[in-house]
């Protein structure tokens, strides 16, 4: 693939240790919310059977990764969240992440989760880590108006993050950030970048109605987004940390939710992916559960993860068979 010198380039150029501990490895995970649709917390038991589940997917193998959203259980206002003790049942690794948006609290007790899980777990959590993500897409929010924070205030929460791993089994894990392309292009937040040793992408092609992105045009769409943060970046890796297509759902601009566009994203954009070694957390694994999400993004249906059908074929294919999957795009 055209990128695919850029993201050695990546590895092979950086220079701190942190930066190299972050190069790119070929992870492969999924994203976990801390609750269901119902807003239930999800509790030990369902984190471990998802986590599982994500093992044994059919087509595919080597989904062993887990990237959270906060550190903190549903409900609670600083408990270690119970993802924790089943990635470590599970041998699931960890990309971390504190939810730092809302009140200044949100980071106190984010980070008071994060010390709590070190220092209950010791090594058989922090062995798993394999990045930090302080924030998801805040700066996106903030300047869409909704509840985000803007760059000063999200580098002071990165300097906490780091202050407070510092002297840990943490100390040497990469500290990143997690927002969308047009942010990160964003001159006013180029100070983000120069106090993290990551950058995570999350692009959607269904999402950008401003742009062509049918199923045809979303090659174009996601490359061209990722590309151009991997030339941002300069010498700091970049991660795809969410992306992926809805089952179902309204249509957006000229994308269509279906099940054969999901495939036909997956082939093109996570195989891609997976065959340069760029670390993926794909959006996701079930999203419908204790309700039904639109758009709904996820590979398995609602139901019993155990039991249910994937909504569609996970395999990687050559690119002759590609082009026939979307002979109609």
């Known amino acids: 693939m055209r990128f695919a010198s850029s993201v050695i380039g990546l590895a092979a150029t950086a220079s701190t240790a942190a930066a190299v501990s972050a190069a790119n490895s070929g992870i492969k995970g999924f994203n976990y919310g801390a609750f269901f ?23 595919t193998t080597g989904w062993t990764s887990a990237r959270l959203y906060s550190m903190i259980q549903w409900g609670t206002a600083s408990d270690v969240i119970s993802a924790i003790p089943a990635a470590i049942e599970t041998k699931t690794t960890l990309l971390l992440g504190l939810w730092v948006s809302g009140s200044d609290q949100a980071i106190t007790n984010e980070i008071a989760a994060l010390k709590a899980a070190i220092s209950k777990y010791g090594s058989s959590f922090t062995d798993l880590v394999v990045g930090i993500s302080v924030g998801s897409e805040d700066l996106y929010r903030d300047a869409s108006g909704e509840v985000g924070i803007g ?20 100390a040497s894990v990469p500290v990143g950030h997690v927002d ?47 590309n151009k943060t991997l030339a941002l970046a300069g010498n700091k890796p970049v991660y795809v940390t969410e992306t992926g297509w809805p089952v179902s759902g309204d249509n957006n601009g000229a994308a269509v939710a279906s099940p054969q566009n999901a495939r036909i994203y997956w082939e093109d954009i996570a195989c891609s992916l997976i065959a340069s070694g760029v670390n993926l957390w794909w959006y996701d694994l079930q999203e419908s559960q204790w309700g039904q ?25 050559s690119r002759g068979a590609l082009a026939d999957l979307c002979s109609n795009c």
């Open 180 to 226: 969308t392309y047009d942010s990160f292009l964003n001159g006013t937040n180029k100070a983000v970048i120069d106090n993290i040793d990551w950058l995570g992408f999350d692009g959607y092609p269904y999402w950008e109605q401003s742009k062509p992105n049918s199923i045809g045009d979303a090659h174009e769409r996601f490359y061209d987004g990722f």
């Open 293 to 317: 999400a639109s758009p709904d993004f996820g590979i398995y249906p609602a139901g019993d993860l155990g039991t249910v059908p994937a909504n569609y074929d996970l395999s990687c294919v």
């Open 151 to 170: 760059p000063q205030k999200l580098i002071n929460c990165i300097s906490q993050v780091r202050s407070a791993i510092a002297g840990t089994a943490l």
């Open 37 to 59: 649709l119902n807003q239930a917390a999800k509790q030990q038991a369902d984190f471990a059977y998802e986590f599982n589940r994500a093992k044994s997917l059919p087509g």
